[in-house]
């Protein structure tokens, strides 16, 4: 089984790539997988994601994970939780972006149509684990790209419910935002996450002033401690 651990970014995220880049290729090389970084050679802005089709091509499995996630000391071996049958990914229209994700469900169906079926659950594209049989996902709709707000978030929510595929939502451990750590969902403590993801602003309850940056160096520190990490990691 040939695995890969993908993640997309350029230089204009260096400030914290710097510090998250160095720990998902330690979980990629404890977990058996290749890792990958997806540059603009890939393709244009976040429509890189689209390269998968071809890179399932050598890969059984792929695991994408967004560059401002921080994988905690806790999380266990995706490749081994999901089967090879089912898309493992987490949903977010819930609690406060509840009623916008479900737009955004409703819009791309106005625009495409069938999925008539489909009112509910969209999930983050920030990590999300998929293997050859879903190559299909990550093609155009009837020949065209979903030009909304989320862009290709929703192109590939919308083409999972198109396709029928098997999915199993892994809860949001495994993709804990700071949405999750509102209080309607109990307001839990993301250190004890398996996945830490630090998406658009990182509002998380006890950020303060910190820019994202310093929030994600902070929590790595924390986390990790003075454990032997390479932090000066290129984007080779």
Known sequence: MKLLMATRTDESVREYTKYTIPILRKYAKEWGADFKILDSSFGPGVWKILAFCDLLK???RILHVDSDIVMNKNCPNIFNIVSFNSVGLIFEDRGS???????EIAKIKQRFGGNEHWTRG?????FFLV???HCDMFTRINGQLWDGVLLEQTHLNYQIMRLG???IDLGYKFNHMSMFS???NGSPSRFDS?????????KFPDK???SKVQLIRDDIEEIYNNENINFNSNFE
């Open 58 to 60: 050598s890969y059984n």
């Open 97 to 103: 972006r509840e009623g916008n994700r479900r737009k």
């Open 122 to 126: 969209y999930f983050n594209a920030g």
């Open 131 to 133: 293997s050859q049989i």
């Open 165 to 167: 595929y098997e999915y």
């Open 182 to 184: 509102e209080a309607w």
């Open 194 to 202: 398996h996945v830490i993801h630090y998406a658009g602003g990182a």
């Open 208 to 210: 303060g002033k910190r």
